[in-house]
């Protein structure tokens, strides 16, 4: 079964310096990776993917996300923190079923807290 | 934009009580999804359904079952709430066409179980 990790209950970061959120994926064949935040009493909102291609993925917000294939990791980095980034960030993985149902499994999520 | 609406952000129902969610999407998505999120232990699939009357279980189906009569509605039911299942319950949804997987989520409802 597909699992993702994430090591990190919560990260500490001062504003304006990088920061970094860390999954580490489990998948048996090619990995497709999700990262989501989560606002305070709010829905996930969806951040960016890797399905293939470009080990570095850009997405929302000014996050962007590196996929290492040798260490099974997809690291979610942003080069200058905000305080408006704190929030809970989840990992995802796909998993693999037939005819166009998606099932995604989600990391336990990372608490983000960027203080001044 | 892709919008999922939720029945309600808080609901507060009694022991015993038949407990109904409500999940709408406009985007015309295939695939629908209900999970329980608690902390420390992320979000757990409850039920899932990739067509109108088809569902699968999830990981956490006990306590619960799923309607889908329509597209675009999926309604999560508890047949008899309990303190265990105070929860926030989270309605996603997601397009079967091939190579756009991920989900897109409602504000999500708090359920408290007294």
């Known amino acids: 079964a597909q699992s993702v990790a994430q090591p990190e209950d919560q990260v500490n970061v001062a504003e304006g310096n990088p920061l970094t959120v860390k999954c580490t994926y489990s998948?048996?064949?090619?990995?497709?990776l999700f990262w989501y935040v989560q606002y305070p009493n709010r829905g996930l909102q969806f951040l960016l993917k890797?399905?293939?291609?470009?080990?570095l993925v850009k997405g929302s917000y000014g996050f962007e996300a590196e996929f290492n294939k040798s260490q099974t990791s997809f690291h979610l980095k942003k080069p200058s923190a905000l305080v408006s980034d704190s929030a809970l960030y989840f990992c995802?993985?796909?998993?693999?079923?037939?005819?166009?149902?998606?099932?995604?499994?989600f990391g336990t999520g990372t608490q983000l807290k960027v203080e001044l | 934009d892709v919008k999922v609406t939720q029945s309600s952000r808080y609901l507060v129902k009694r022991t015993g009580e038949k407990v109904f969610l409500e999940c709408v999407q406009d985007?015309?998505?295939?695939?629908m999804f209900w999970y329980r999120q608690d902390p420390g232990l992320g979000l757990r699939l409850i039920y899932f359904?990739?067509?109108?009357?088809?569902?699968e279980k999830g990981d956490i189906p006990e306590g619960y079952s799923v309607s889908r009569e329509k597209k675009e509605r999926f309604s999560l039911i508890l047949e008899s709430a309990s303190t265990n299942q105070t929860s926030m319950y989270l309605c996603?949804?997601?397009?079967?066409?091939?190579?756009?997987?991920?989900?897109?989520f409602g504000p999500g409802t708090r359920l408290t179980v007294t």
């Open positions: 996603a949804s997601s397009s079967a066409a091939g190579g756009v997987y991920e989900q897109y």
């Open positions: 998948v048996s064949g090619n990995p497709y």
């Open positions: 890797y399905i293939t291609g470009d080990n």
């Open positions: 995802a993985v796909r998993d693999w079923l037939t005819g166009g149902r998606n099932k995604l499994t």
């Open positions: 985007m015309d998505h295939e695939n």
């Open positions: 359904s990739y067509d109108v009357k088809m569902k």
